[in-house]
């Protein structure tokens, strides 16, 4: 089987390798040139646990390809998909330029029937777009080749996209033909012998059901930091909270840790692209508005607590242990990190920070040089009025405590994600301030 991947981003390269793992021949077509080149040589533009070797070891076996050629990939391939950006336009809709463009390209030089999928996280109604852009690609050229538009959303944890990708919980593919359906059925066969399932469904329920996804589970992060916060004012402890709720199984242990918002590229994306489509056509999301709104609002809970234990922060310092969105991966976009760095900087303070992989990232697109990047976690630390957990690597879960409380100036701990024991830690003589306890 041959296929075609447009766009060698996060979602892109993810897919191409690990098609390529089970034996599918895979053209990963990207415009960046200096990307493309990269590429070949094993240079990946992101960090993924496990992805490197995967590119490699097929990039070796001639099964997965790169190339800046999209003419020359499609051809004679059984499936395309278009896993380009879309960017937020002007007014914060998802701009559908990179996707059309796509779509006119494979519709100007496929030469048999192919089955071109969406897999960049687009609005309802998108797919449509893509067809008639084929449509009329192929009627600019007199052509009567026939093929079919599908949705396949991707469901991908950064950090853990390798695995979530060879051992899928499900695979949703929303089709519009029998033809379509059993290349599909086809593609995804070796992900889905050990019981995972595919569920096919409609176009616009497949496009649906990514926002519906991210969107229930960035309902389950607010409502937690919701009840953290009220369990701080009450006296309750939300750890307990958290268990006690999480063992009913109709409520689920998983996703409801409270911590400081959530961020990255898609929960705060998908979040208001789906507030806004309801609202163009005449429907407000009263519930996913206040999602985002306690998500705003949980970004500045860790400034709140540094200004009530220090007052004025002017002059003090701070050492932030982690600055991408989440543990393992690089990614900056819509971290907290910043949003409280910024917070601490306008007030006067200044800040070291460490993170084991996202430091060039935050460097070159966030943070430019306001910041102190560290060496390591202690070396964060020194003459710091304050620690400021904010990203939970593992590497922070056992720190050597008597070396933090040797290089802070003062013993003060800002637990954002609820990691350590604050019992103990208020033992040792810290100040402990974490989520939802108090
Ligand atoms: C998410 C979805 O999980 C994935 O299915 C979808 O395809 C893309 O969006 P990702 O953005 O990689 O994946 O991150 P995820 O691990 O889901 O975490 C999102 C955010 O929620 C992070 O900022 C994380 O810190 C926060 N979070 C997660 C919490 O605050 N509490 C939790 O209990 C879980």
Redesign the pocket.
């Known amino acids: 089987m041959k296929i075609a991947i447009v766009g060698t981003g996060y979602v892109g390269l993810v897919t191409g390798a690990c098609l390529s793992e089970v034996g599918i021949n895979v053209t990963c077509i990207d415009v960046d040139e200096k990307k493309i080149e990269n590429l070949k040589k094993g240079i990946l533009p992101i960090y993924e646990p496990g992805l490197e070797e995967i590119v490699e070891r097929n990039f070796k076996k001639g099964r997965l390809q790169f190339s800046t050629d999209l003419a020359s990939s499609i051809q004679d391939a059984e499936v395309a998909f278009i896993a380009v950006g879309t960017p937020p336009g002007e007014d914060g809709s998802a701009d559908l330029k990179y996707v059309l463009q796509v779509a006119q390209g494979i519709g100007e030089s496929m030469n048999d029937y192919i089955v071109v999928v969406t897999k960049s996280?687009v609005p309802v109604g998108t797919a449509e777009k893509v067809r008639n852009q084929l449509s009329s690609a192929l009627a600019e050229r007199s052509s009567d080749l026939e093929f079919d538009v599908a949705s396949n959303p991707?469901?991908?944890?950064?950090?853990?996209?390798v695995d979530?990708f060879m051992r899928p919980d499900r695979i949703v593919v929303g089709v519009e033909s029998e033809r379509s359906k059993e290349i599909m059925e086809r593609l995804y066969r070796p992900f889905t012998l050990n019981g995972h399932p595919v569920i096919f469904m409609d176009i616009p329920s497949a496009e649906m059901t990514?926002y519906a996804?991210?969107a229930m589970?960035?309902t389950?992060?607010s409502f937690?930091?919701d009840i953290a916060n009220l369990c701080e004012i009450m006296g309750a402890d939300v750890n307990a909270v958290r268990t006690g709720i999480g063992s009913d199984p109709r409520i689920g242990n998983?996703?409801?840790?409270?911590?400081?918002?959530?961020?990255?590229?898609?929960?705060p994306k998908?979040v208001k692209a789906l507030i806004r489509t309801a609202r163009e056509n005449g429907h407000e999301m009263r519930i996913l508005q206040s999602v985002e709104d306690v998500n705003e609002g949980q970004k500045e809970v860790m400034f709140a607590k540094l200004k009530k234990h220090f007052g004025d922060l002017k002059g003090k310092h701070f050492a932030i242990w982690g600055l991408s969105?989440?543990p393992q991966?690089d990614?900056m976009r819509e971290?907290?990190s910043v949003v409280i760095i910024n917070q601490i900087l306008a007030a006067g303070g200044t800040v070291s920070a460490y993170d084991p992989v996202a430091m060039e990232e935050a460097k070159h697109l966030h943070l430019g040089e306001t910041i102190r990047y560290a060496e390591n976690e202690y070396d964060a630390l020194k003459g710091a009025d304050a620690l400021l957990l904010v990203?939970e690597w593992s590497e922070f879960r056992v720190p050597d405590w008597k070396k933090v409380k040797s290089e802070l100036s003062t013993p003060v701990v800002f637990d954002g994600?609820n990691l350590y024991n604050r019992e103990q830690l208020r033992k040792d003589g810290f100040t402990y301030y974490g989520i939802g306890v108090q």
């Open positions: 996280t991707e469901f991908l944890k950064e950090g853990a996209a979530d990514k996804a991210n589970l960035a389950k992060i937690m930091n998983k996703f409801i840790y409270p911590g400081i918002g959530y961020g990255g590229s898609c929960f998908d969105f989440k991966t990614d971290a907290p990203t994600r």
